[in-house]
């Protein structure tokens, strides 16, 4: 489970850095960057890293619980 968590959390991020390229991309180009969808965007690469924090932070308790109770048996 620790696995799958740490995994999901590297693919958020991993996908919210493509976000955020995208809009550098988007506001470079020649047209420029709709605000809305660039805003989206930021707003969903915010709640990716959110999401990849908790999940890493998870994994890190849950470890550290089953290493507790290892201990005490």
Do not use: K, P, Q
Not at 17 to 40: E, K, Q, T
């Amino acid at each position: 489970m620790n696995f799958l968590l740490r995994s999901a959390a590297v693919l958020a991020v991993a996908i919210g850095l493509f976000l955020i390229y995208a809009v550098m991309n988007a506001v470079s180009s020649d047209g420029g960057a709709r605000v809305g969808v660039a805003v989206g965007y930021v707003a969903g690469a915010i709640v990716l890293a959110a999401g990849a924090v908790w999940a890493w932070r998870t994994a890190s308790r849950r470890s550290l619980a089953r290493r507790a109770a290892a201990a005490a048996n």
